[in-house]
């Protein structure tokens, strides 16, 4: 009779271990790609419903794990994209645009932290949806160019390389203001 699988006896994490040694790196990535917080935070937990489906199934080995769910919050990131882009031209045509109130606050140490997150988000904007993306796996997911290579399908030369001058692109823009 076979026995079931035991992370014990292959090396590998449980579950729960690998949700609390990955979660806040997932988190993180999923805010530089989306920079909305609330909506990070959904991609994120979605990210980590499709892996414990997969988790068993699949059975990455310890080192392969962080890439793996970075894989998947990748996708669904893009799928996320996609969906919008087809909702957003679907109620264009039914509402107007009605834009955001900005509800002032008065402490001028969070006005002066705010300005500067806007200006990041409006630089980032400006950057490559590739270029976010590395920028986003480098700084806020923390990886090593070596995993950023195996997240996105680059070997780790050419992940160096993309996600170097990805950064001086967004260091660029961001010496560009007064």
């Not at 996609?82 to 031209?89: A, E, G, K, V, Y």
């Amino acid at each position: 009779m076979v026995q079931p699988w035991s992370p014990a006896e292959v090396g590998a994490l449980t579950f729960d271990e690998v949700y609390r040694e990955h979660a806040a790196r997932v988190y993180r990535f999923c805010l530089s790609q989306l920079r909305n917080p609330t909506e990070a935070e959904d991609v994120a937990a979605e990210v980590f419903v499709s892996a414990l489906a997969a988790y068993d199934r699949t059975r990455p080995s310890p080192e392969d794990v962080q890439p793996w769910l970075l894989r998947i919050a990748r996708n669904e990131i893009i799928d996320r994209e996609r969906h919008r882009r087809r909702w957003s031209t679907l109620f264009g045509k039914f509402f107007a645009d009605q834009g955001e109130t900005d509800h002032g606050v008065n402490v001028e140490a969070e006005v002066v932290i705010r300005d500067e997150l806007r200006h990041v988000l409006a630089v980032l904007e400006r950057l490559s949806p590739r270029d976010r993306e590395l920028v986003g796996l480098r700084l806020a997911a923390d990886l090593p160019f070596a995993e950023i290579g195996r997240v996105t399908g680059m070997t780790e030369h050419a992940a160096t390389v993309a996600t170097r001058r990805a950064l001086q692109r967004l260091r660029d823009h961001l010496g560009g203001r007064s």
